[in-house]
């Protein structure tokens, strides 16, 4: 099949491209990197000429309330035009377990915002919604740190490797639409507290972890349930101290 990855040169993309490949599939990889740009419209017609999916794992360049919510109405409603017009036959997008949960922030909005554009369409979708992931711990720590110490919540959460997510979506790219959200995540719930602090000290970082039920996340306060999946969803294999050896590993 021909498989289109709007974000294809991120973080995601560029892994979720490379499975594709691997398994025999033409997957263009689709950013502004590469002549693709899904706000504008630049370049959407030409790269999804004769695509069967689209996947769509692009992220807002800003986290500000009005501006995140522009990028995904403004890319999704370009996404979908471009899908129709080119006959696409599955719309897949990542999303993020708890959105509808976290509705206080304007980027969770937003994200519901895209996924609503997707259900109100009349093409075959799955939205995947995946848990955070545990390449950006370091910038939920960066977040969270006030002076020498790091203020975090002691919510459960139970992210996932990067990988996994790439993994994960490479299935229900090359399975039929579900027309439904459908949910991933890491194996195993721990407080974020723990992982952040476990996190730090393997980098070598020495500051103090401030355990406070009120510390935001990323503007939210968090609880139990905020970022951990509903039953049912699918369980990815790597634990977290098996990325994080890998993870330091490569870095040596």
């Given amino acids: 099949?021909?498989?289109?990855?709007?974000?294809?040169?991120?973080?995601?993309?560029?892994?979720?491209?490379?499975?594709l490949r691997q398994a025999g599939h033409e997957a263009v990889a689709a950013s502004p990197s590469t002549g693709v740009d899904s706000v504008t419209g630049v370049g959407l017609e030409q790269a999804l000429a004769g695509a069967q999916v689209l996947v769509d794992v692009s992220n807002s360049p800003s986290f500000e309330d009005k501006a995140v919510l522009d990028f995904f109405?403004?890319?999704?409603?370009?996404?979908?035009?471009?899908?129709?017009?080119?006959?696409?036959?599955?719309?897949?997008?990542?999303?993020?377990v708890g959105t509808e949960r976290l509705l206080g922030s304007g980027y969770f909005r937003a994200k519901m915002a895209q996924e609503e554009l997707i259900k109100?369409?009349?093409?075959?979708?799955?939205?995947?919604?995946?848990?955070?992931?545990?390449?950006?711990?370091?910038?939920?720590?960066?977040?969270?740190?006030?002076?020498?110490?790091?203020?975090?919540?002691?919510?459960?959460?139970?992210?996932?490797?990067?990988?996994?997510?790439?993994?994960?979506?490479?299935d229900v790219v090359l399975a039929?639409?579900?027309?439904?959200?459908?949910?991933?995540?890491?194996?195993?719930?721990?407080?974020?507290?723990?992982?952040?602090?476990?996190?730090?000290?393997?980098?070598?970082?020495?500051?103090?972890?401030?355990?406070?039920?009120?510390?935001?996340?990323?503007?939210?306060?968090?609880?139990?349930?905020?970022?951990t999946p509903d039953d049912g969803a699918r369980l990815m294999p790597t634990r977290f101290e098996q990325w994080l050896a890998r993870s330091a590993a490569s870095t040596r």
Avoid: C, W
Wanted: glycine fraction near 8%; charged fraction near 20%; aromatic fraction near 6%.
């Fill in 120 to 170: 109100a369409s009349a093409i075959p979708y799955t939205i995947l919604r995946a848990t955070q992931f545990f390449e950006f711990l370091g910038a939920i720590a960066q977040s969270s740190t006030q002076g020498t110490q790091v203020h975090l919540s002691p919510a459960l959460v139970q992210p996932m490797a990067a990988e996994d997510v790439a993994s994960a979506l490479a």
């Fill in 176 to 227: 039929a639409p579900a027309n439904a959200t459908l949910e991933v995540a890491g194996p195993e719930k721990k407080p974020l507290a723990e992982l952040i602090r476990r996190y730090l000290s393997a980098n070598g970082k020495s500051l103090e972890i401030r355990i406070d039920a009120e510390a935001p996340y990323f503007g939210i306060r968090l609880d139990d349930r905020s970022l």
């Fill in 1 to 19: 099949m021909k498989i289109v990855v709007i974000g294809g040169s991120g973080l995601i993309g560029k892994n979720l491209v490379g499975k």
């Fill in 73 to 96: 109405e403004t890319s999704g409603r370009n996404l979908l035009a471009a899908a129709k017009r080119a006959h696409v036959r599955h719309y897949v997008v990542l999303s993020v």
